[in-house]
């Protein structure tokens, strides 16, 4: 499985992005996609994720801090998982990865990183005051 993420950039705050992430591999509709992001300093967060979803519905989960802010979807007819960021704020700016978790059994989310066994190549956000 190969995952490119793209769509990040220069923003002011108050802003608004939106990443892409494109996955090879057939089975897509199997994998939960996640969001995750690292300040520089910092360690490695969970933003946000989808469930695997072989039909319409699907779950979704998010941190505190992007709660009613970022919004991820999924085009599985793409195979594309979307992070629709509202509001940025200058501590969003992060490198973003998405990852997909190809081994999930169920309609779950993860949160952790060890859960996810493929990973994009990053895509650096930043939002400027």
């Known amino acids: 499985v190969q995952l490119q993420a793209s769509g990040g950039g220069l923003v002011q705050a108050g802003g608004s992005l939106r990443l892409s992430c494109a996955a090879s591999g057939r089975t897509f509709n199997d994998y939960a996609m996640g969001w995750f992001r690292q300040a520089p300093g910092k360690e490695r967060e969970f933003v946000a994720g989808i469930s695997r979803s072989r039909h319409i519905y699907h779950h979704t989960s998010y941190s505190d801090s992007v709660k009613g802010r970022f919004t991820i979807s999924r085009d599985n007819a793409k195979r594309t998982v979307y992070l629709q960021m509202n509001n940025l704020q200058p501590d969003d700016t992060a490198v973003y990865y998405c990852?997909?978790?190809?081994?999930?059994?169920?309609?779950?989310?993860?949160?952790?990183?060890?859960?996810?066994?493929?990973w994009g190549q990053g895509t650096l956000v930043t939002v400027s005051s």
């Open positions: 990852a997909a978790d190809t081994r999930v059994a169920h309609a779950i989310v993860p949160e952790t990183s060890e859960k996810y066994d493929y």
